[in-house]
């Protein structure tokens, strides 16, 4: 296992529940990812944080809701959300300076009935 | 057309084998380059990373850029059963912050 933990590993939701998945980072880093990954599909950055402040947002539906409390915890809020967002989330973290060594978690298998 | 290409595979080899999994790109501004092996049920983890062209080697993996061409490859010698996951090809630009762009994978299988 890495460094990198996120909680709960399955979700099956309904549209009109309101989940939140949560990301640690025991490894020190500054920056923490939210990437969305579907099958035969690249992976998709959809959030970036720099010392707890959003540096990236990319065109990501209003359903999703980042926030980060810390350098160590990043929370996904979910709301509303449709069928299609039914993927694999993945948390990841890099040192500031290192922008391409990303460690990832182990993910989080979200199914939206 | 996408940024970066990558075959999806499945691909399936025998044990002992040697492996070349590739990606091609389009944006010529990417300098860096990046193997991650994702096996199933768990997070990417970065796997070989290399700068501009060139090769490096670690182990039975190899890792060749070859930017005159956009085009990358990895290279498992001797693989193992235990090299079965998914590989992902990602590079990233200068200056670029933090966006990594990604190819789709390929799978892999080392049969016995």
């Known amino acids: 296992e890495t460094g990198v933990t996120q909680t709960p590993r399955h979700l099956v939701m309904g549209m009109t529940n309101k989940k939140s998945l949560k990301c640690e980072q025991h490894?020190?880093?500054?920056?923490m990812y939210w990437y969305k990954q579907s099958a035969k599909k690249p992976l998709e950055l959809m959030f970036v944080?720099?010392?707890?402040?959003?540096?990236e947002n990319n065109s990501v539906p209003s359903r999703f809701s980042p926030e980060c409390p810390n350098s160590s915890h990043l929370f996904l809020h979910l709301h509303t959300l449709q069928p299609e967002d039914s993927a694999l989330y993945l948390c990841?973290?890099?040192?500031?300076?290192?922008?391409?060594?990303?460690?990832f978690g182990p993910g989080t298998r979200l199914t939206v009935l | 057309q996408k940024e970066v290409e990558q075959d999806p595979g499945p691909l399936s080899v025998p044990e002992g084998a040697i492996v070349s999994l590739n990606c091609t790109y389009s944006?010529?501004?990417?300098?860096?380059f990046m193997w991650y092996r994702q096996y199933s049920r768990k997070g990417p983890e970065l796997l070989m990373y290399?700068?501009?062209?060139g090769n490096k080697e670690d182990g039975r993996f190899t890792a060749q850029v070859d930017k005159s061409s956009k085009y990358i490859s990895l290279f498992i010698r001797d693989s193992q059963p235990s090299d079965s996951a998914t590989y992902l090809c990602?590079?990233?630009?200068?200056?670029?912050?933090?966006?990594?762009?990604f190819g789709t994978g390929t799978q892999l299988k080392v049969e016995l």
């Open positions: 944080y720099n010392f707890k402040e959003q540096t």
């Open positions: 490894l020190g880093h500054n920056a």
């Open positions: 290399t700068y501009s062209s």
């Open positions: 990602a590079m990233s630009v200068t200056g670029g912050g933090n966006k990594l762009t």
């Open positions: 944006n010529s501004a990417f300098q860096y």
């Open positions: 990841a973290s890099s040192p500031r300076g290192s922008l391409d060594t990303q460690y």
